[in-house]
């Protein structure tokens, strides 16, 4: 027995007089039924879990800029090329499991849902030994964080990713093939990003010739960690033999703390390698409210094989997104070091992952 919701579109039948023949018009009915129900199931439990290739598609890291120029027959620097140099990270795995309880009834359900992601990426650049901040030879390397020029630098960054769904749904069968479920809840994520960065052979200090700026790092790290209210659907469209299209589209509004650790230091060494000196700049914030929207859908083909009424396996392939927006604040002033001894950050890089993914599910009643 299904609980039936039928919309109907009923057209009436307009009667009039004719003004010149007198004739009446007959009734012309006109029905569209588009029926909506919501399937009577038996109590079953649902185990789930999903392999995703995914890549970070937040702004690269930019830890150093790498000028190169030749010099004209008057001293003069002509053709100036600078490269960005960034960290840009590749794919990493990422997990998901789900346990889904159906109410015998009509078509409600329960679903606690983990993901998590772990990924790093690193990257090198070198440039000519600097001989002074007055007199540079081709190529500069310059750090992005402390504006020096350095011959070596190297660039990591490190992504952590935790989150967790509690939502409630509903099945609802539209005509014979297709089949949503609208669900409401609450997410739970956590966000970590690290970019760090290292420098070596520093330019010497023309004024103190047995000192040299040789050395320096610099890490921007941020933490996210916010709950907040979900929803979306899962659609299907069913084909045949177990085959069927799905999809899913889900919303959250996160409310957490938000903190940002921005730091770097420049490393001064006499002649014998000695420390004789070192300057550190930092803009840190421990704590701050935010509120950060996030989106995510995916897009797949599913086989389904029927064991019997009460036990079935599922496998699923497709691609899926993840985006939460300006949740990552992002380091950008050339120079703040080495000139005023102090780092800015900008606050204005969504968080987002993306990539294939592989599923398998087991319904048992």
Do not use: C
């Not at 007199?135 to 750090?143: A, E, I, Y």
């Not at 402390?146 to 099945?171: C, I, M, R, S, W």
């Not at 700026?213 to 890490?219: F, P, R, T, V």
């Not at 409210?289 to 029927?306: A, C, Q």
Request: glycine share 12%.
């Amino acid at each position: 027995m299904k609980t039936k919701i039928s919309l109907v579109l009923l057209g009436l039948g307009l009667v009039s007089a004719s003004a010149y023949a007198g004739a009446v018009a007959e009734p012309m009915p006109v029905s569209n039924d588009i029926n909506v129900t919501a399937p009577d199931q038996s109590g079953m439990w649902s185990f789930g879990a999903t392999a995703v290739l995914m890549q970070p598609t937040n702004e690269a890291f930019n830890y150093a800029n790498v000028t190169d120029s030749t010099m004209n027959s008057a001293g003069d620097q002509v053709n100036i090329d600078t490269d960005h140099k960034s960290v840009n990270e590749g794919y990493g795995w990422w997990f998901g499991a789900d346990v889904s309880y159906a109410f015998p009834g009509n078509g409600r359900d329960v679903t606690l849902a983990y993901e998590g992601l772990r990924s790093s990426g690193i990257d090198n650049a070198s440039g000519a030994p600097p001989l002074g901040s007055s007199n540079p030879v081709s190529p500069v390397l310059v750090s992005s964080f402390t504006g020096l020029p350095y011959e070596t630098a190297e660039g990591e960054t490190d992504t952590n990713y935790d989150a967790g769904d509690l939502v409630f749904g509903q099945k609802l069968d539209v005509g014979s093939r297709i089949r949503l479920h609208p669900f409401v809840g609450v997410r739970y994520a956590h966000i970590n990003t690290e970019d760090t960065a290292t420098y070596g052979n520093g330019f010497r200090v023309r004024s103190f010739p047995t000192s040299t700026y040789s050395a320096g790092d610099a890490k921007l790290e941020n933490t996210f960690n916010g709950i907040g209210p979900r929803f979306g659907s899962d659609a299907q469209i069913n084909l045949s033999q177990g085959f069927s299209v799905r999809a899913r589209l889900g919303l959250s509004v996160l409310i957490g703390s938000r903190s940002v650790d921005n730091t770097g230091s420049v490393f001064s060494y006499d002649a014998t390698n000695t420390v004789v000196g070192v300057t550190t700049a930092s803009d840190n914030n421990d704590s701050e409210t935010r509120i950060v929207p996030e989106i995510d859908g995916r897009l797949g083909l599913n086989y389904t094989y029927d064991f019997d009424s009460n036990m079935a396996l599922g496998f699923e392939a497709g691609w899926q997104a993840t985006n939460y927006f300006n949740v990552i604040a992002d380091q950008y002033q050339m120079g703040g070091l080495a000139s005023s001894g102090t780092q800015h950050y900008q606050d204005n890089s969504s968080f987002g992952i993306q990539g294939p993914y592989a599923r398998i599910q087991l319904d048992v009643a």
